[in-house]
């Protein structure tokens, strides 16, 4: 069957070369046509975990409490004092066309919400006419003064220097897009877990396609309305300092990084590779015909991805870079061995010489592929949905660029005239054999410094932490950033926290042992029992049993405040609303404790101003259920997410003896804890499954246990190298930094191959290890420094972009190849000359002088 193929391949490929290239061009202008249909993804999906059902439940939450996405708009006036008069009018002026943008269901500003204490009001006076602001007459020192102090808005709507204040731009709850996602993640799941039948798996296709039209078409309008905003500020810059923050804002600019990292790295890879090619070859065609196969791999690719709706995110926008280089690399090798024997062989003709080089390179270039594709299909571990799509996009671009290299070089030459002018200009050998003779004459400096780095990385790599903050994923220059620094620092925090609590079963006490503060005083509960009015239905005005209303009650309210209390001392948390808001404020207009009686009255004669600010978003009836929001301090660097969740659910287990089905916690800071946490299990799974796959296929190539052990040890070491590198520098494991090891080894690995595939066979020829040595560093030492050198510069080019992980993939993937190369050349060849695992040459002939033959790339 080999053999079939064999003969398939020359037959078309060196008798036919038109007809492949033609075949190849059409599919080409295939690919091409569906470009237009090519999309990015920035979307929550994007940066999430697989089936998290914690994102389900944070959609369930988001529905039930109407909490939709929503921008913030920080405002700080130029020309004078916030709450001077010119200063309101412009705030109104924006907050008024704000309101006009189609998708925002209303704009809270401090024109708007009701005042309590300017002046302070009754309890019974609540239900009268609210004051605000924007009332003629208020005393604006007294609003600013409860906008500061006060529970409910102290860091929440006001600076604490009483000049910046923010205006929350509500934005319409996509009901539609979390009942399809929903569906989805449900028969996922049934999938994964029980199978599905033949009904619900083509259901779930549908759901599936329907939900990402709809996601599509709400992502478009999403971008729109951000980018009117936008407009709509840059109107105001000259009166007030102005910042856009929120979900939909960094979405809509993360898609702008990525288009733009698409254009900046396509292009500087492009030419870098020109460049490259010229430096190297100093020939037109060995620029072109590299390039031409650079080109075609990556639009035949990018039309597939197009064609099946595959999008790219944050994670794979560097696909284009990585596949370029990859290509690169295979067709230099490819050119490099042609080269020789066009020097060594100058009277043979283009189908010879083309033949050879494919045979030659046919086994090495195979399993080099074939150990990047075992490290790319092994992201598919790490649970987290770009991470998944990056490791396939990888493999199936590897694939293409092995399959096109193999097809495109030779046919092209096959088409071209033969030259063998400018083929020995090149001395670059003469910089390897450094290489070569350092490991011969330093064999205990090389392995000392192996041994150290071992260690160093070790060391290193046990620091290693995957806490990060998300505002460090963006360049200080960039409007996410100022907007979150100014968020963070002086309006109460960034990122969402929810803590829902469901009513007991039974009634919870403080642990044994402890007097609980809040419990309901014998004065109370014979109030209650006296009340002619409550022994039956005390919220009967509202139309709900007192069980309903569970968490408006005294002892649902205390316990809500003692975990608020809580909250609120917590160093790494601003803002935090809920039920004990209003029941603080209650209290202190009343003057002392209110009874269950009192509370189910005060509530019943709320005015609609007051419940769409302390109760409705912290209170379901029909669920017996309350919530807490917080935001916690995204700049705070003694943020631990993982740490923080953990301290809140001990502290309502331990001290306030919530039994744990009856506290969940929810919000953005939880799913990106999911993660964030995942990272460190995956990328284990991760490095393991690349080291088996790896040696494995070492076993397969070189039947050699020894062999492979050898092979797989300098690549190891620059995994571990870079990994050790991020812990030693403090730099966290992310979305884009858990790909990178095992990148690492698998293209690290390539040079290991190509190193011990020439090795094996100048071996055979006198059986000398050391001349072999030599002439190996000579030949394909060459081309393992071009590519390396091509694949270093190329990720450096990364360093360019504004998304900070993209920057680190960028420097520390190049570190990583520089460690791979430097170990390929010295520490590799320096273990086959103390192991010696190669068996005797049968018939070992004259050696080789050193450089005799060998031709420059």
């Not at 209303?549 to 205390?558: H, K, R």
Request: charged share 20%; proline share 4%.
């Amino acid at each position: 069957m080999l053999s079939a193929f064999k003969t398939c391949y020359e037959n078309l490929v060196i008798r036919r070369p038109r007809t492949v290239l033609l075949i190849v061009a059409l599919l080409t202008l295939a690919a091409a046509l569906g470009l237009p249909r090519f999309k990015l993804d920035a979307s929550a999906d994007s940066l999430t975990l697989e089936a998290d059902r914690s994102l389900d439940y944070f959609r369930e939450i988001s529905e039930r409490y109407a909490s939709g996405d929503f921008l913030v708009v920080t405002y700080r006036y130029r020309n004078g004092d916030l709450f001077d008069d010119a200063s309101l009018d412009t705030l109104r002026r924006l907050r008024d066309t704000l309101a006009q943008v189609e998708g925002v269901t209303s704009v809270q500003s401090i024109l708007d919400v009701p005042l309590l204490y300017s002046p302070k009001l009754s309890i019974t006076d609540i239900s009268d006419e609210i004051r605000t602001l924007s009332t003629p007459g208020t005393d604006k020192n007294l609003a600013r003064q409860e906008f500061l102090s006060s529970p409910i808005y102290r860091e929440l709507i006001l600076s604490p220097d009483g000049q910046t204040t923010a205006l929350l731009v509500n934005l319409q709850l996509d009901s539609r897009g979390i009942e399809l996602v929903r569906e989805r993640d449900a028969l996922r799941r049934k999938r994964n877990s029980e199978g599905l039948s033949d009904a619900e798996a083509a259901h779930l296709e549908e759901v599936s396609q329907v939900y990402l039209q709809h996601r599509t078409a709400q992502e478009h309008r999403s971008r729109a309305r951000v980018e009117q905003v936008r407009e709509i500020l840059a109107g105001y810059k000259g009166e007030a300092e102005l910042f856009l923050g929120g979900v939909s804002m960094i979405t809509a600019d993360m898609i702008s990084f990525i288009q733009s990292d698409l254009v900046v790295f396509g292009a500087g890879i492009l030419l870098f590779i020109i460049a490259t090619l010229l430096i190297i070859f100093r020939q037109v065609r060995w620029v072109l015909l590299p390039l031409a196969t650079c080109v075609t791999t990556a639009v035949m690719m990018l039309g597939l991805l197009s064609w099946m709706d595959w999008r790219l995110t944050v994670i794979s926008a560097n696909f284009v870079a990585l596949l370029l280089i990859i290509t690169l690399a295979i067709t230099i090798h490819l050119a490099v061995r042609y080269r020789e024997y066009i020097a060594q062989n100058p009277d043979w003709n283009r189908e010879q010489l083309a033949l050879a080089a494919v045979r030659f390179m046919a086994k090495p270039c195979l399993y080099t592929a074939l150990t990047t594709i075992v490290a790319f299909v092994s992201l598919v571990v790490s649970g987290i949905r770009p991470v998944i799509d990056f490791g396939w996009m990888m493999t199936m671009g590897v694939t293409l660029a092995l399959v096109l290299s193999f097809l495109m070089i030779p046919a092209l030459l096959m088409i071209l005239p033969k030259r063998t002018g400018g083929v020995s200009l090149d001395n670059s050998h003469a910089f390897t054999l450094l290489f070569s003779r350092f490991a011969e004459r330093r064999r205990g400096v090389v392995l000392g410094v192996s041994l150290l780095a071992a260690v160093a990385s070790a060391v290193g790599i046990s620091q290693l932490k995957v806490e990060n903050r998300f505002i460090d994923y963006f360049d200080d220059s960039t409007e996410i950033y100022q907007g979150m620094l100014v968020i963070d620092r002086r309006l109460g925090g960034t990122v969402t926290l929810d803590i829902i609590l469901d009513k007991p079963a039974e009634e919870e006490t403080a642990p044994e042992g402890e007097e609980d503060p809040f419990a309901v005083t014998g004065e109370e509960e014979a109030f209650a029992e006296e009340d002619p009015f409550g022994s039956e239905d005390p919220f009967g005005a509202a139309g709900e049993s007192a069980e309903q209303s569970y968490w408006f009650t005294v002892a649902g309210l205390a316990k809500i405040e003692r975990l608020h209390d809580f909250l609120e001392q917590q160093p790494e948390i601003g803002k935090v609303q809920s039920l004990a808001t209003l029941y603080k404020v209650a209290r202190d207009l009343n003057g002392g404790p209110l009874n269950d009686f009192e509370l189910a009255v005060a509530r019943t004669s709320l005015p609609a101003e007051i419940r769409d600010v302390l109760v409705d978003p912290y209170l379901s009836v029909e669920h017996n259920q309350a919530r807490i929001t917080l935001r916690a301090m995204e700049t705070d660097p003694n943020l631990r997410r993982d740490e923080l969740i953990q301290r809140i659910y001990d502290y309502a287990h331990d001290e306030m003896g919530i039994a744990p089905e009856n506290i969940h916690q929810t919000g953005l800071l939880v799913l990106y804890n999911n993660m964030l946490q995942s990272l460190f299990k995956s990328q284990i799974l991760t490095l393991g499954a690349v080291f088996v796959g790896i040696l494995l296929m070492f076993l397969v190539l070189f039947r050699s246990f020894s062999l492979a052990l050898i092979a797989l040890i300098p690549n190891m070491l620059a995994a571990c190298v870079v990994l050790g590198g991020m812990g030693l520098a403090g730099i966290p494991l992310d979305m884009m930094t858990i790909t990178i090891a095992a990148i690492t080894v698998g293209i690290g690995v390539d040079h290991a191959i190509h190193y011990l595939y020439r090795f094996r066979d100048e071996f055979a020829k006198d059986g000398d290890y050391l001349a072999t040595m030599h002439r190996s560093h000579a030949t394909i030492g060459r081309a393992m420094f071009y590519t390396a050198i091509t694949i270093i510069a190329g990720f450096s080019i990364l360093a360019l972009s504004k998304f900070v992980p993209s920057i680190y993939f960028g420097l520390l993937t190049a570190l990583a190849m520089t460690a791979a190369l430097l170990g390929s050349l010295t520490l590799l060849p320096l273990l086959l000359l103390l192991f010696k695992p190669l068996p005797a040459p049968e018939a070992p002939g004259k050696p080789l002088p050193v450089g005799e033959g060998l031709v420059s790339s």
